[in-house]
């Protein structure tokens, strides 16, 4: 899977895990190149807390357009050390 923002892959895998619609990348696949941390988190019932990065691609930005469960419960600790995208950012095979 390829995750694809502004015409460039931000984050290629073929090991992606989709949790509630969404593939989440192990983050050593993520180009960090492109994301910058935000402040910004936001608390699931079930996975945790989510920790946001902003997307830039040649001076283009998406705030908030990826994210990580850096300490999720065991349950769902197969999502640990991984990104996940929404907003534009095109996910494909």
């Known amino acids: 899977m390829k ?3 502004n015409g460039t892959v931000i984050a290629a895998s073929d090991h992606t895990h989709v949790v509630e619609g969404n593939h989440y990348f192990p983050r050593e696949s993520v180009d960090a190149r492109y994301l910058t941390r935000t402040k910004l988190k936001t608390l699931c019932p079930w996975k945790g807390i989510a ?3 902003t997307i830039e691609v040649d001076g283009e930005v998406s705030p908030n357009a990826a994210w990580t469960y850096r300490h999720p419960p065991p349950w769902i ?12 950012v095109e996910i494909r095979p």
């Open 3 to 5: 995750a694809v923002w």
């Open 51 to 53: 920790s946001y990065y």
């Open 77 to 88: 600790r197969k999502i640990r050390e991984h990104v996940a995208f929404w907003s534009d």
